[in-house]
């Protein structure tokens, strides 16, 4: 896949793909489409804070059963490993849609 992003928005998409990356691993089925992601960018600088506000607005049954400090560290922390890890070797671009393996799991 070919990143066709103008250069100021690589990061960004780096960072949004390391969540979806971490939102796969913890077993969320949430995925942030660039929309998504830059509205919560544009809307809210901080990250954790962003988190907080993802959680409270679109998944507030989460919060009943979950710390939302809990919440935040645990996605930030699978986020920073996977930021870390970066593309795959040989891979043209750290993207993957995460959201194509919903049907995938075992037993679906």
């Known amino acids: 896949m070919v990143n066709d992003l103008p ?7 780096v960072e949004r ?15 942030w489409d660039s929309p998504t992601y830059y509205e919560l960018l544009a809307r809210i600088p901080d990250a ?7 959680l409270k607005t679109r998944q507030p049954h989460l919060l009943r059963a979950y710390d939302e400090k809990f919440l935040v560290e645990v996605i930030q922390q699978k986020q920073a490993e996977h930021r ?5 070797p040989g891979a ?3 993207h993957f849609d995460w959201a194509t393996l919903a049907g995938a799991d075992l037993g679906a």
Do not use: M, T, V
């Not at 954790?48 to 993802?54: E, L």
């Not at 870390?84 to 795959?88: F, L």
């Open 7 to 13: 250069i100021q928005y690589w990061n960004d998409e």
């Open 17 to 31: 793909n390391a969540y979806n990356a971490a939102f796969y691993e913890l077993g969320f089925r949430w995925y």
């Open 48 to 54: 954790a804070d962003r988190i907080c506000h993802y």
């Open 84 to 88: 870390k890890r970066g593309p795959a």
């Open 92 to 94: 043209a671009s750290g």
